[in-house]
């Protein structure tokens, strides 16, 4: 079995087999306490755990060599020709290197001005799965300049959900 449904239909199965024959209360008392057992043993097992920034990071860095990469804002850059008071490893390199690697990923707002905002304000209606590169108008306005820190494939409605207005 692979998935989590595949042991719940097992689970079910066990169950109506377990009922369709007559028991003591004791024993049915006992085969629930059980079945709760097992079930929680699946939920934990199929729990999804975070992404780490490792794991976002993997295809990206794994270009680079390993350890040439900076943290500069939150973002993940190229280290050669960063500065490390500018980075946010701040010159302790391996060490913060590995616990930021290994913390999870937490996506980073949109940093829009208010002209970006606005126009992109007016495709929030569009379906939840209409992308930049979907209308020419952005695309044009992205090629011209704006929405910098957005790529072509990012969904308009994560960017609406995710976004902060700078000055």
């Known amino acids: 079995m692979k998935t989590k449904?595949?042991?719940?239909?097992?689970?079910?199965?066990i169950i109506k087999e377990y009922y369709s024959t007559i028991r003591s209360p004791e024993e049915t008392n006992k085969f629930n306490s059980y079945f709760r057992l097992f079930k929680e043993?699946?939920?934990?097992?199929?729990?999804?755990?975070?992404?780490?920034?490792?794991?976002?990071?993997?295809?990206?860095?794994?270009?680079?060599?390993?350890?040439?990469?900076?943290?500069?804002?939150?973002?993940?850059?190229?280290?050669?020709?960063?500065?490390?008071?500018?980075?946010?490893?701040?010159?302790?390199?391996?060490?913060?290197k590995f616990k930021w690697l290994k913390q999870p990923y937490?996506?980073?707002?949109?940093?829009?001005?208010?002209?970006?905002?606005?126009?992109?304000?007016?495709?929030?209606?569009?379906?939840e799965s209409c992308k930049i590169s979907e209308f020419k108008q952005l695309i044009e306005l992205k090629d011209k300049g704006y929405f910098k820190c957005i790529d072509h494939d990012t969904k308009i409605q994560d960017v609406l959900e995710n976004c902060e207005v700078i000055q």
């Open 106 to 127: 937490e996506k980073l707002p949109y940093k829009l001005s208010q002209f970006e905002f606005d126009i992109i304000q007016t495709y929030r209606d569009c379906h």
């Open 41 to 96: 043993l699946i939920d934990e097992h199929f729990k999804e755990k975070p992404e780490t920034n490792f794991e976002h990071y993997f295809e990206y860095l794994s270009k680079l060599n390993m350890s040439d990469f900076a943290l500069i804002d939150g973002r993940v850059v190229q280290c050669l020709g960063t500065h490390c008071r500018g980075c946010d490893f701040n010159g302790d390199c391996i060490e913060r």
């Open 5 to 13: 449904q595949e042991y719940i239909d097992t689970l079910v199965c």
